[in-house]
Antibody, heavy 118, light 110 residues
Framework: EVQVVESGGGLVQPGGSLRLSCATSGFTFSNIWMGWVRQAPGKGLECVAMMNEDGTQKYYVDSVKGRFTISRDNAKNSLYLQMNTLRAEDTAVYYC???????????WGQGTVVTVSS | VMTQSPLSLPVTPGEPASISCRSSQSLLQSNGYNYLDWYLQKPGQSPQLLIYLSSNRASGVPDRFSGSGSGTDFTLKISRVEAEDVGVFYCMQSLQAPFTFGQGTRLEIK
């Protein structure tokens, strides 16, 4: 069974940092694109970062470029999101999502909540 | 930019429903595939994939859901709405990373 489990969320002050983790199982992680999608309170979905199978291609939404870094450890079947210089507008539920090899996210985690507030 | 309509959709159970998604750029790649997906986020849940590559139902998705369209105009149709379909539907372009979503269409039961 495919599993995607996020962790690492919490309350952080503006300007602070947080590292999200996504542990996966049930599929060949090293063959799959992965992404982070967030949802601000009461708002829609926003794909903030994506990465290809071996980590050589990384993509970010403009609002997080230079502040967030996506990475992966294929030996640990895990995806990460390092978030620096956090702003209030980064407050959201962050989902880790698995690509189905047809450019669609077919498995999502339960999400981890990030709150940026003083 | 992905634009959905309507943003709110009240439907009587058993009746059909249709959601439109328009892209500011063509999502048709040279391989013949349209890179447009549909998701449903039920209340309190993570999003779930319904349709990928414009018209392919994801595993376990009931056949009352269908997707169509090409280029810049796409449609999600529900042949007979059921109470369990309540939630927000999103289209997403997957031609260019990072992928981008429409604003969402909230389906409610009359």
């Amino acid at each position: 069974e495919v599993q995607v489990v996020e962790s690492g969320g919490g309350l952080v002050q503006p300007g602070g940092s947080l590292r999200l983790s996504c542990a996966t199982s049930g599929f060949t992680f090293s063959n799959i694109w992965m992404g982070w999608v967030r949802q601000a309170p009461g708002k829609g979905l926003e794909c903030v970062a994506m990465m290809n199978e071996d980590g050589t291609q990384k993509y970010y939404v403009d609002s997080v470029k230079g502040r967030f870094t996506i990475s992966r450890d294929n030996a640990k079947n895990s995806l990460y999101l390092q978030m620096n210089t956090l702003r209030a507008e980064d407050t959201a539920v962050y989902y880790c999502a698995k690509d189905n090899r047809y450019a669609a996210f077919d498995r999502w985690g339960q999400g981890t909540v990030v709150t940026v507030s003083s | 930019v992905m634009t959905q309509s309507p943003l709110s959709l009240p439907v009587t159970p058993g009746e059909p429903a249709s959601i439109s998604c328009r892209s500011s750029q063509s999502l048709l790649q040279s391989n013949g595939y349209n890179y447009l997906d549909w998701y449903l986020q039920k209340p309190g849940q993570s999003p779930q994939l319904l349709i990928y590559l414009s018209s392919n139902r994801a595993s376990g998705v009931p056949d009352r859901f269908s997707g169509s369209g090409s280029g810049t105009d796409f449609t999600l149709k529900i042949s007979r709405v059921e109470a369990e379909d309540v939630g927000v539907f999103y289209c997403m372009q997957s031609l260019q990373a990072p992928f981008t979503f429409g604003q969402g269409t909230r389906l409610e039961i009359k």
